[in-house]
């Protein structure tokens, strides 16, 4: 089969892998039709995600049709048109007995600090990802749903991950009715959640980048007021201003890992790897957030240490709330609000580009060109 | 009340909202309005039976080929990914992160970095005896700049200062490979000549 892999840092190509096979009773194997590059794929595509391997396939943004089933699967039929979370879990151990799906004990040798997410390295459990023809999925009977007949495919698809991702983050922040909610990023992630902190009650959105088209995305997809921190002196300062001279009473970090706005962190997190990403969203958000309030971060770290301001999270008595996503739990009511129109994932997508030109897709999304927000890789028809 | 008392005078209990206004200019505003019923509320539910497991603890997968694992792990999981096993330098150094130190140890992260650079040049090394040699150019995905219109796309952004050095991340590997080989190369000549 046709997959894109892993040839270094910035580097990917196409090759030709044997497809995958039925290796646990509950696997299953789908035949992909479409995939997305998730901003968190430039973290391994950069290099900065330990233990990524040279032959890795990407991608845990995937829909697809059933080509093999396992003989202990039961909810799936082959032929059926499926959408599948990007988290790989069981359904059964201490932590998914309890909801925390991203968290599981079961699937991830590699680490326990982290749960088994598809095409992410081996650090979350080395399974290939969705950006090839075919895919194995673990856990049949778990975690993958049956697309319904009206949800569009590329809907479907960015349920799987950037939409599930943003709409838990605005759930974390805890925001209640007349909340003002600041955002930090422009990207898939924060959109969805700027968009999904108003069906909380928020009152005010305000989206922080420093890529205009981006901003202008959140203006008119998200409804938000915007900044672009290039523009003023004092991100935080201005950010205290703008919010009665209080803070924001939840923040939101939909940035991670590769934030800009600080040369020294930049350099030291994102192209050194001396820290696991530069923390300059979060010690924004820490600062631009009310004595009191509450931290969302959806950005995605490594595992190794950051500098990040705690003491002031300390001393302003913070909530900071994180996790993965566990994708699944989100689906029916995101389903309904999709449905409602009350969220229009598919907006965002700005770039389709088949598989051969994988490498190509992802340096336009890496380098952010083309006004690209959120690039979707045809793979086959549906 | 002046913007510049708020946070020094008690204010009202809560900030008040035209809820109307609001409904009438974003789509869906307040359907989550109650915390308590959001999706992910409260965290943690405990109940094993919706999740779709009829196991309580699934069957083991078969491990073919011995399989690396964090030593904060009491046994191998019961599922776990088979791509790119281990091999070569990079292998070694991975295997010594995971039987060496655990999770929390720099140690072990470091190792495992290293040991993705390590696989880096001999992946870039063994390319060059195949037939399918890696291409800095099509593999960057830098071919896309013209039509993607990289110039102007960059035009005064604030990211494009260390943009410069992701031409020294790409290299990097090429450099040590090239090093390493030409290294290889003199030991093997002086060998011979002995």
């Given at each position: 089969m046709r997959a894109m892999t892993y040839r270094g840092p910035y580097k990917v190509r196409v090759d030709e892998k044997p497809e995958p096979v039925i290796e646990h009773p509950n696997d299953a194997v789908v035949r992909v039709t479409r995939a997305a590059i998730c901003g968190s794929d430039l973290h391994l595509y950069h290099g900065m995600m330990p233990d990524t391997r040279v032959g890795h396939t990407f991608g845990h943004e995937f829909v697809g049709v059933v080509e093999e089933v396992g003989p202990s699967v039961r909810n799936l039929s082959v032929g059926d048109r499926v959408m599948v979370p990007f988290n790989i879990y069981c359904g059964s151990c201490f932590f998914c007995a309890r909801g925390l799906y991203s968290n599981c004990h079961n699937v991830n040798p590699n680490a326990t600090a982290v749960g088994g997410i598809y095409g992410y390295s081996h650090t979350t459990g080395g399974y290939d990802g969705g950006q090839a023809q075919y895919v194995r999925v673990p856990f049949a009977d778990v975690g993958p749903s049956v697309v319904p007949d009206w949800l569009h495919p590329e809907d479907a698809l960015l349920c799987t991950d950037a939409l599930a991702t943003g709409y838990f983050g605005a759930q974390l922040a805890e925001i209640a009715e007349g909340d003002v909610v600041v955002v930090l990023g422009a990207g898939p992630v924060g959109l969805f959640a700027a968009r999904s902190a108003w069906l909380m009650g928020a009152s005010r959105v305000i989206v922080v980048d420093h890529l205009d088209y981006r901003l202008a995305k959140a203006r008119e997809f998200a409804f938000a007021e915007t900044l672009n921190f290039t523009e003023v002196d004092d991100v935080v300062l201005h950010l205290k201003k703008a919010t009665d001279w209080l803070g924001a009473d939840r923040v939101i970090d939909?940035?991670?890992?590769?934030?800009?706005?600080?040369l020294l962190q930049h350099v030291t997190?994102?192209?050194?790897?001396?820290?696991?990403?530069?923390p300059v969203a979060l010690n924004w958000a820490i600062d631009a957030v009310r004595k009191g309030g509450t931290v969302s971060v959806m950005g995605a770290y490594g595992p190794l240490f950051t500098s990040v301001k705690f003491g002031d999270a300390v001393n302003k008595g913070l909530t900071l709330r994180m996790n993965q996503a566990p994708v699944k739990r989100q689906w029916p009511r995101l389903l309904e609000h999709v449905r409602a129109g009350y969220l229009t994932p598919r907006d965002i997508v700005t770039h389709r580009v088949p598989l051969e030109d994988v490498a190509e897709g992802y340096h336009i999304f890496s380098a952010k060109?083309?006004?690209?927000?959120k690039p979707v890789i045809v793979v086959d028809e549906d | 009340m002046t913007d510049a008392e708020t946070p020094y005078v008690a204010g009202p209990a809560r900030r008040p909202v035209d809820r109307d206004a609001l409904r009438t200019r974003i789509p869906g505003w307040g359907a989550d309005l109650d915390p308590a019923d959001r999706p992910s509320y409260p965290r943690e539910v405990y109940d094993p039976a919706v999740t779709g497991a009829h196991w309580d603890l699934p069957e083991a997968q078969p491990e073919l080929r011995p399989r690396e694992r964090s030593?904060?792990?009491?046994?191998?999981?019961p599922v776990f990914g088979t791509s790119a096993p281990l091999h070569g330098a990079s292998g070694a150094v991975r295997r010594l992160a995971y039987r060496r130190f655990s999770e929390g140890r720099a140690a072990h992260w470091f190792l495992l970095l290293l040991g993705d650079r390590v696989d880096a040049v001999e992946s870039h090394v063994r390319s060059l005896a195949s037939r399918r040699p890696d291409d800095p150019v099509t593999e960057t995905g830098v071919l896309a700049e013209a039509r993607a219109h990289g110039i102007a796309s960059r035009r005064g952004r604030v990211d494009v200062r260390h943009q410069v050095l992701d031409p020294v991340v790409v290299a990097g590997p090429w450099v040590a490979a090239v090093g390493a080989g030409a290294w290889a190369v003199r030991a093997l000549v002086r060998r011979a000549r002995r």
């Open positions: 939909a940035v991670g890992a590769e934030a800009d706005g600080n997190g994102a192209k050194l790897k001396l820290q696991a990403g530069s060109l083309d006004g690209c927000i | 030593v904060e792990h009491a046994r191998l999981t």
